[in-house]
């Protein structure tokens, strides 16, 4: 009987992608977008359709007293005020997720490198930091976007909106407000990092300040 050589074997593994982490920064955001102005645009869409009006409307328009044309008497909500009161709960909820996500997974990422690596002993563990920085700078602008719907919104919510909404919109700032506390902290520590390396202590300062002055990287 011939022996097979192991070596003469075929493989029949699979070889499977790598998890890319910057898949998940760029897919997670721009989706909650699309699906921000999705909602937004089918919410006018609907209010355009209702705004149509029915023969008999226009027939009650035609007899109604000169007295209840005038401006301010009996007048209904704007079409605009609609919009907004339907959308700006969901809007909030989405921006609110947005801005959690970001905050949450910069910081997480960050605290793990900070836990692998406490200090900045050589070029590897700068060079391990830069990606993590980069990403953190691209979430700023998004996530202004995020903090500007989430304030706009969650005020026009605390006005207009019943109680469990209320609480559903303080409850979630609160929530946020922590979240981005602590990735602050984890922000600053990352930035106070030992370097006994004076020469690389120059380009670590130089991320730094980058990263703390500047809108997008340039390193």
């Known amino acids: ?91 909030f909820l989405l921006s609110e997720v947005g801005q959690i996500f970001l905050c949450g997974y910069s910081g997480l990422q960050l605290n793990r490198f900070l836990y692998e690596s406490p200090v900045m002993e050589n070029d590897e563990i700068l060079e391990r930091l830069k990606p993590l920085v980069r990403t953190n700078m691209y979430f700023v602008p998004v996530g202004l976007l995020f903090i500007g719907v989430a304030l706009g919104t969650g005020l026009f919510c605390l006005y207009w909106h019943d109680l469990l909404e209320i609480g559903v919109v303080v409850g979630l700032w609160i929530l946020s407000t922590g979240v981005a506390i602590r990735c602050s902290a984890i922000e600053n520590r990352v930035r106070d990092m030992e370097c006994p390396d004076p020469g690389l202590k120059t380009e670590y300062a130089a991320v730094c300040h980058s990263w703390l002055q500047r809108m997008f990287p340039d390193f």
Not at 42 to 61: C, R, T
């Open 1 to 91: 009987m011939t022996e097979i050589d192991p070596m003469d074997e075929p493989d029949f593994s699979i070889d499977r992608p790598e998890f890319n982490p910057l898949s998940v920064t760029v897919i997670v955001p721009f989706a909650l977008i699309i699906l921000m102005l999705t909602y937004a645009a089918y919410v006018v869409y609907d209010l355009k359709q209702q705004a149509v009006p029915e023969p008999s409307e226009n027939i009650k328009a035609f007899d109604r007293k000169p007295s209840e044309n005038i401006k301010g008497v009996n007048r209904k909500p704007s079409e605009l005020f609609n919009a907004i009161d339907r959308m700006a709960f969901g809007l």
